[in-house]
């Protein structure tokens, strides 16, 4: 799956300079641009939001379903928390099912999360990297739409044995206005810089990182498209699904 002309001792270099790094045409153009279809066209996302301290999972329908003031009352106790730097709202598709029960074309997507889970792919991150102790992957595809947004953060929590945050961007076109930007800071909280969304290019970078998803503007002209998750370490926890 992956771009057979990548460069990978570049790569390495660009990535140890500060533990970043983004990497254009990361998979075969075929992959990304099926995979792109089925997630804008196939994929049934949940809401996943933080709310009442635990995280959230909505199906579409049932959020639907909501009546106006619960929607209210949601959205005032999330912009509530972002206020405070706390939380995130987005739609997100979690690869912890068995594969069985995704058959057809959604099917295709668990065979990317196999492959990243494959020894040609872990290879190819240690490659990159230098980490020498990975041992799996985890997955969700994730939607950023109009209004939705994953304030500060670092990945680094402890006894989950994270050592690398992924994201697989699946986005045609992207005004950085829209918002919906990787953004990265340093300890103080100052902005660095921030990477636009983008199609079939790959972040990949330190736990350690402080980062965002900036707030998606009502004015952003189509949905951002990704897969997401975390490389692990040998000491990683048994494998559960992931939230955010």
Same mark, same amino acid.
């Given at each position: 799956m992956?771009?057979?002309?990548?460069?990978?001792?570049?790569l390495a270099?660009?990535?140890h300079?500060?533990?970043?790094?983004?990497?254009?045409? @990361?998979?075969?153009?075929? @992959?990304?641009?099926?995979?792109?279809?089925?997630?804008?066209?196939?994929?049934s996302?949940?809401?996943?939001?933080?709310?009442?301290?635990? =995280?959230?999972?909505?199906?579409?329908?049932e959020m639907?379903?909501?009546?106006?003031?619960?929607?209210?009352?949601?959205?005032q106790?999330?912009m509530?928390?972002?206020?405070?730097?706390?939380?995130?709202?987005?739609c997100?598709?979690?690869?912890?099912?068995?594969?069985?029960?995704?058959?057809?074309e959604?099917?295709?997507?668990?065979?990317?999360?196999?492959?990243?889970?494959?020894?040609?792919?872990?290879?190819? =991150?240690?490659?990159?990297?230098?980490?020498?102790?990975?041992?799996?992957?985890?997955?969700?595809?994730?939607?950023y739409?109009?209004?939705q947004?994953?304030?500060?953060?670092?990945d680094?929590i402890?006894?989950?044995?994270?050592r690398?945050?992924? =994201?697989?961007g699946f986005?045609?076109?992207?005004?950085?206005?829209?918002?919906?930007?990787?953004?990265?800071?340093?300890?103080a909280?100052?902005?660095?810089d921030?990477?636009?969304?983008?199609?079939n290019?790959?972040?990949?970078?330190?736990?350690?990182?402080?980062?965002s @998803?900036?707030? @998606?503007t009502?004015?952003?002209?189509?949905?951002?498209?990704?897969?997401?998750?975390?490389?692990?370490g040998?000491?990683a926890p =048994?494998?559960?699904?992931?939230?955010?």
């Amino acid at each position: 799956m992956l771009n057979p002309s990548l460069d990978r001792g570049s790569l390495a270099r660009e990535f140890h300079r500060d533990q970043r790094i983004r990497i254009e045409n @990361v998979l075969r153009t075929e @992959v990304a641009q099926r995979i792109r279809a089925i997630c804008a066209e196939k994929v049934s996302f949940d809401y996943v939001y933080f709310l009442d301290g635990a =995280v959230r999972v909505t199906g579409e329908q049932e959020m639907a379903g909501f009546d106006g003031k619960k929607k209210a009352q949601i959205s005032q106790e999330l912009m509530r928390n972002a206020t405070k730097g706390i939380g995130y709202l987005y739609c997100g598709y979690v690869m912890n099912q068995s594969r069985a029960v995704a058959d057809g074309e959604l099917g295709y997507l668990y065979e990317l999360f196999e492959y990243l889970n494959s020894p040609d792919m872990l290879d190819f =991150v240690e490659e990159i990297t230098g980490r020498e102790d990975l041992v799996r992957a985890d997955a969700q595809y994730t939607r950023y739409s109009a209004g939705q947004y994953l304030t500060r953060h670092r990945d680094d929590i402890e006894g989950k044995a994270r050592r690398l945050a992924y =994201v697989f961007g699946f986005t045609r076109r992207w005004h950085p206005d829209w918002g919906g930007l990787l953004q990265f800071y340093d300890d103080a909280g100052t902005p660095r810089d921030a990477w636009v969304p983008a199609f079939n290019c790959l972040s990949l970078f330190d736990v350690r990182h402080l980062h965002s @998803v900036s707030y @998606v503007t009502p004015f952003a002209g189509e949905a951002r498209l990704s897969l997401t998750g975390w490389f692990y370490g040998e000491d990683a926890p =048994v494998r559960q699904a992931s939230s955010g």
